[in-house]
Nanobody, 124 residues
């Protein structure tokens, strides 16, 4: 069993920054690929970024590449998402996810575990 708990969301003005955290736990957590997704009201859940505890590659959606950075702290299995130059269209609930799917997969169905989500609101 894997548990994921997100934190760090909030309200920020356009152009600002936020850093999200995801505390991950579970006996086999180090075998999972980790990802961030987001879901805006009335829209489908959307891939943001992914990485693996044991890998060196990171994967990004085109809409966030060069603005967002996914990173991890393996010592305590914490996943981060540094979000810079935020735009109003980044407003969404952000979810942390864990799965054993293909590297960098964008499909929510390939992630088995999800956090409860954290709200990010970017004002114009």
């Amino acid at each position: 069993q894997v548990q994921l708990v997100e934190s760090g969301g909030g309200l920020v003005e356009a152009g600002g920054s936020l850093r999200l955290s995801c505390a991950a736990s579970g006996r086999t957590i180090n075998t999972y690929q980790m990802a961030w997704f987001r879901q805006a009201p009335g829209k489908e859940r959307e891939f943001v970024a992914a990485t693996h505890w044991l890998g060196v590659n990171s994967y990004y959606a085109a809409s966030v590449k060069d603005r967002f950075t996914i990173s991890r702290e393996n010592a305590n299995y914490t996943l981060y998402l540094q979000m810079n130059t935020l735009k109003p269209e980044d407003t969404a609930v952000y979810f942390c996810a864990a799965g054993h799917g293909a590297s960098g997969t964008h499909y929510p169905g390939e992630y088995n575990y999800w956090g409860q989500g954290t709200q990010v609101t970017v004002s114009s």
